[in-house]
C-alpha cells in the first residue's frame, strides 16, 4: 500500500510539471512571435522612411531619379500631381485640386 501512494504522488507532480511546463512553452512562443512581429513591422517602417528622404532629396534637387543609400526613387511629375516610385511601386501619390 505505501509503494502504490509513492507511486500516485510521484505521478502527480510529473504531471503538475508537465502541465507548466507546457504553459511555459506557450507563454514563451507568444512573446516570441511578438517580438518578430514588431522587428518586421519596424523594419517595414525604416524602409519607408528611408525611401521618402531619398525622395524628398531627390525633388528639393530637382532630379528624377535618385539612387542613394541602395533605395533608387523615381519622381513623375504632372500638372497637377506627383508621384514617388521606388521598385517599380507606388510610395506615395500627391495631387493638387
Known amino acids: 500500500m505505501v509503494s502504490i501512494v ?7 507532480i510529473l504531471l ?3 502541465t507548466a511546463l507546457g504553459l511555459l512553452t506557450f507563454i514563451v512562443s ?5 517580438i518578430d512581429s514588431t522587428r518586421r513591422d ?11 528622404l531619398v525622395a524628398r ?6 532630379q528624377d531619379q535618385l539612387s542613394l543609400n541602395g ?6 511629375k ?10 517599380g511601386k507606388e ?3 500627391v495631387s493638387k485640386k
Open 6 to 12: 509513492k507511486r500516485k504522488i510521484k505521478a502527480y
Open 16 to 18: 503538475e510539471s508537465l
Open 30 to 34: 507568444l512573446v516570441l512571435s511578438a
Open 42 to 52: 519596424l523594419a517595414s517602417y525604416n524602409h519607408d522612411r528611408e525611401v521618402l
Open 57 to 62: 532629396q531627390a525633388l528639393q534637387t530637382g
Open 71 to 76: 533605395y533608387e526613387v523615381r519622381v513623375v
Open 78 to 87: 504632372q500638372a497637377n500631381s506627383w508621384a514617388i516610385f521606388n521598385e
Open 91 to 93: 510610395v506615395l501619390h
